[in-house]
């Protein structure tokens, strides 16, 4: 309650300042069904300039600031519910499992689940955890109203943005009203109360005054599980936590299970303040910094034990991003640092963190062809020796371990008898580990065959980066009788996919838009925990050989995928919109060790279908209605980590996530100027199936809310 007073008070302090601004005759704050805007939709993300999204060379989706508003999203991972080729899981209320286009959980290990292969970025920063891989959605340091636009690239895009957007790029962009040309001074608040004593307030203040403005904003989210009872792997069911303290084997074990649930209630509770500052001297000289901080925990399946895989996990991080534009030089400098704890109460996953980031480039024209060279470097640290007892054994790294990663890059874009767009771009990534160099590269094309109709081409190959745990583990786990060594390998190939991808956009009669796709990729380079070294120990009169040494290893497995994906937007007329989105995608598994034989097989583990459909209606002037479906197919989950020899490998702890059609709803009633007071329901029809093996039983949400808005 504290953290919500403080922003209450944010907001009063201000307000006496605010000028109101003039009552605007119709719901534009919330909706913009004019056509003409969605074709002329502007994009930067997938050619590092601004276009037409109906005119990129590669497959993009966009979720605007008023779809944003209107959706009623309380979490931003929630948000890609809204475009295709997104596979989003919800595991506890308001924590989400999101990939771009699957390829998850292919060792049947709850680590392989995290996606690894999707870069996340905040206004040109790399949101990322060099950890294990993945972005945690929680320690975003902004919230759903500070969101200006969210660009969503499909497809591999390192040779663009450097490691980890093998399956494509996120990049979501703040408002700062820098292209505002009044002076202006302006609140927004947000604040929603409701079910599972759900708490979410969020205010932000902004100011322009010629070429300078600037801007603070913060926010808070509380929400509480959907159950008590945790799933108990062992036994196939939900059960209490006391229960699951009477399986530990000793004392220590019950007291490490209850600081891994502090609190049994929680789902997520998360602060973040963020601030920034813009000085636009001219159209050509433009300097943009903003700096600020997360708190946040969270209780969600990630990694955990045979009893339960249920764990907190906790981020206290700092950040300063700096975008500066000089005519036709481009330079992204940012550093974060601080703590993360990824599973409280279990040593070794508790480290600090310090990432630094450096990006130029200098964007050269001749007529119609841009050169675009660049230079990139990056070094990320992380230290766990203030959060262990070195003596005791304890700790994965036991030291300060870091990746650095250098690299020259390269783009090139032409443009032949108005019509045909060719685009290439390069980056070579040079790592201190493992010792071997990457090239990225992707070569993408459009042809405009008519003002109404685009067709296009990519080929793209992408790589991941080094881990810190994948690369540097060091530990001694402790087994009765003998000790077992996890190591790491610092010189692991890094998973790569190559993709081939044709695409087509139309237009037709002014009320509908086509984006269609067809992809095919392959990856490879995976890697998991292998027997490296047996040992002999002494089993009363006799020895027997038991296992020494874990060491994570590369794999010849390959996946390969074929699908492909559409949206269509629909004018029905200047009140009605209606969103349509499908993604149809078959996977197989190539080389995969089944016992001690390679074998092919389908990939169950991720949906072969999913998509949705929008529908934004404006009945009359006051009130706006949004109403989105996100459905997905049935699909499989196994986690065998912990299985013992003699149980079958087809059927242990393998799971069916079943199909679902989730179905949210906002009503939006505007009661004075642009305030509004609305009712959001999320999972309108309360189906309680669990989209996540071993999470909750998911079940709707009801909030009550206002914007404020002067």
């Known amino acids: ?43 930067e993300t997938a050619s590092k300039k601004s276009e037409k999204m109906i005119e990129s060379p590669l497959s993009i989706s966009v979720i605007t600031e008023k779809e944003i508003r209107s959706s009623g999203a309380t979490s931003i991972a929630e948000l890609f519910r809204m475009v295709p080729g997104l596979i989003v899981r919800e595991k506890t209320n308001g924590n989400f499992d999101l990939h771009i286009r699957g390829n998850d959980n292919l060792f049947n290990a709850l680590l392989s689940s995290i996606n690894t292969m999707s870069l996340v970025m905040i206004d040109n920063r790399v949101v990322y955890n060099y950890f294990q891989g993945g972005t945690f959605w929680e320690t975003l340091p902004i919230s759903v109203n500070d969101i200006e636009k969210i660009e969503i690239i499909r497809g591999p895009s390192s040779s663009l943005y450097g490691p980890n957007a093998v399956s494509g790029v996120i990049n979501i962009i703040t408002k700062m009203k820098e292209n505002e040309k009044e002076e202006n001074l302006s609140v ?28 603070l904003n913060a926010n808070y989210n509380y929400k509480e599980r959907f159950q008590k009872e945790y799933f108990l792997a062992t036994e196939n069911r939900y059960s209490t936590l006391e229960y699951i303290y009477s399986l530990d084997a000793t004392k220590e074990d019950s007291m490490e299970t209850a600081e891994r649930h502090p609190n049994i209630n929680l789902a997520n509770d998360n602060f973040g303040v963020n601030s920034f500052i813009y000085y636009n001297h001219s159209d050509f000289i433009k300097n943009k910094l903003s700096f600020g901080m997360q708190s946040s925990e969270i209780q969600t399946v990630h990694m955990g034990r045979r009893n339960t895989y249920m764990n907190n996990r906790t981020s206290n991080t700092r950040y300063i991003n700096l975008n500066s534009d000089i005519y036709d030089f481009h330079l992204n400098a940012n550093f974060l640092s601080g703590d993360q704890n990824f599973i409280t109460g279990a040593s070794g996953f508790h480290s600090d963190i310090n990432n630094f980031s450096l990006d130029a480039e200098y964007n050269y024209k001749i007529k119609n062809l841009i050169v675009r060279p660049g230079i990139s470097y990056k070094k990320s640290i992380y230290d766990d020796r203030k959060h262990i007892d070195i003596e005791k054994g304890e700790g994965f790294l036991k030291d300060e371990k870091f990746i650095k990663n250098f690299a020259p890059t390269l783009r090139i874009e032409n443009t032949f008898f108005e019509k045909f767009r060719l685009i290439a771009s390069a980056r070579f990534d040079i790592y201190n580990k493992p010792d071997e160099n990457y090239l990225n590269y992707q070569i993408a094309s459009t042809y405009k065959i008519n003002k109404n109709n685009i067709f296009r081409t990519v080929y793209s190959r992408s790589n991941s980066s080094p881990f810190i745990y994948f690369s540097y583990i060091n530990f001694d786990m402790q087994t009765i009788p003998f000790v077992l060594t996890l190591s790491g390998n610092e010189n692991l190939k890094l998973m790569q996919m190559d993709m081939h991808e044709i695409g087509y956009r139309t237009k037709i009669a002014n009320k509908f838009l086509l984006d269609f796709e067809v992809f095919y990729n392959k990856t490879k380079n995976f890697s998991e925990l292998k027997l490296v070294e047996m040992q002999n120990i002494q089993m009363g009169p006799t020895q027997i050989e038991v296992p020494r040494r874990f060491q994570y290893t590369n794999l010849d497995m390959k996946s390969k995928q074929i699908g492909f994906s559409y949206s269509f937007n629909f004018i029905v007329k200047e009140n009605l919109q209606i969103k349509i989105f499908n993604t149809q995608q ?6 995969f060790l089944y016992g001690d034989s390679l074998i092919n097989k389908e990939h169950l583990y991720t949906p072969s279908f999913y998509g949705g459909i929008i529908i934004n209606y404006l009945p009359f002037e006051k009130l706006n209605i949004f109403s989105n479906l996100y459905f997905y197919g049935s699909q499989y989950s196994q986690i065998d980590e912990f299985r013992n020899e003699d149980e079958d490998a087809d059927s242990y702890n393998l799971y069916l996530i079943e199909a679902k059609a989730i179905i949210n709803l906002k009503l939006s009633y505007k009661i004075w100027k642009n305030n509004i007071l609305f009712l959001n329901i999320r999972n309108v029809l309360n189906d309680k199936k669990k989209e996540f093996n071993f999470a909750d039983n998911n079940e709707s949400l009801y909030l009550i809310g206002f914007n404020i808005n002067f």
């Open 1 to 43: 309650m504290k953290k919500i007073f403080i922003i209450i008070f944010f907001i009063l302090f201000y307000i006496k300042n605010i000028k109101s601004q003039e009552d605007s005759l119709n719901m534009d704050y919330l909706m913009d069904l004019s056509f003409e805007d969605l074709i002329n939709l502007q994009v």
């Open 188 to 215: 927004s608040s947000n604040f929603q109360f409701g079910s599972l004593n759900t708490k979410i307030v969020n205010t932000s203040i902004n100011y322009r005054k010629e070429k300078f403005g600037g801007g």
């Open 586 to 591: 078959y996977t197989k598994i190539y080389n």
